[in-house]
T-cell receptor
Framework: GAGVSQSPSNKVTEKGKDVELRCDPI?????LYWYRQSLGQGLEFLIY????????KSGLPSDRFSAERTGGSVSTLTIQRTQQEDSAVYLC????????????FGAGTRLSVL | GEDVEQSLFLSVREGDSSVINCTYT??????LYWYKQEPGAGLQLLTY?????DMKQDQRLTVLLNKKDKHLSLRIADTQTGDSAIYFC?????????FGAGTTVTVRA
């Protein structure tokens, strides 16, 4: 696609429910990144993929968070048993490679946990 | 505390130049970046500079890099109302970007 696409753009859920956030990177980009933007914490790095592999998961806030990438393209960020502190904008970015680290961002998914 | 620091607010008159400053900590960053975020939108890559460059100009945007002082600046010439947004400075000591808190630029008539 022309840019990084994220869906849904907005998600409202109840505390305790699971949510899945989707990211479709720019075609041909091998590296994909997830960040979270919240009022109290600013922009935080969560996880990155090179191809389908996620070498470093240390940025994930808790074991309720997981992510996968299939076919070297679409990625899904899953949050289980959501809590109110998970409310934030989740941003996805992609870059041509890890070495050519010019990251282009999607519009984000705004998650609200009630 | 944050590794990348920026002032939080800047108010500028329409038509004047805006200068946004940033200091970073990691001298191993290959690139340094400026992103723009408008209300309700994602991050738009405005420009970036290689760490071995001192200056980069792109239309109304001028980026200056002082590696000795780890200081990065973004100058926007002839600031317009459409330039009102939050501007983020970022470094990449490794694969991930490390962002500043963002500078909110308000353009007044």
């Amino acid at each position: 696609g022309a840019g990084v696409s994220q869906s849904p753009s907005n998600k409202v859920t109840e505390k305790g429910k699971d949510v899945e956030l989707r990211c479709d990177p720019i075609s041909g980009h091998t590296a994909l990144y997830w960040y979270r933007q919240s009022l109290g914490q600013g922009l935080e790095f969560l996880i990155y993929f090179q191809g389908n592999s996620a070498p470093d998961k240390s940025g994930l806030p808790s074991d309720r968070f997981s992510a996968e990438r299939t076919g070297g393209s679409v990625s899904t960020l899953t949050i289980q048993r959501t809590q109110q502190e998970d409310s934030a904008v989740y941003l996805c970015a992609s870059s041509p490679s890890l070495g050519e680290n010019i990251q282009y961002f999607g519009a984000g998914t705004r998650l609200s946990v009630l | 505390g944050e590794d990348v620091e920026q002032s939080l607010f800047l108010s500028v008159r329409e038509g004047d130049s805006s200068v946004i400053n940033c200091t970073y900590t990691d001298s191993s960053s290959t690139y340094l970046y400026w992103y723009k975020q408008e209300p309700g939108a994602g991050l738009q890559l405005l420009t970036y500079i290689f760490s071995n460059m001192d200056m980069k100009q792109d239309q109304r945007l001028t980026v200056l890099l002082n590696k000795k002082d780890k200081h990065l600046s973004l100058r926007i010439a002839d600031t317009q109302t459409g330039d009102s947004a939050i501007y983020f400075c970022a470094e990449n000591p490794d694969y991930k970007l490390s962002f500043g808190a963002g500078t909110t630029v308000t353009v007044r008539a």
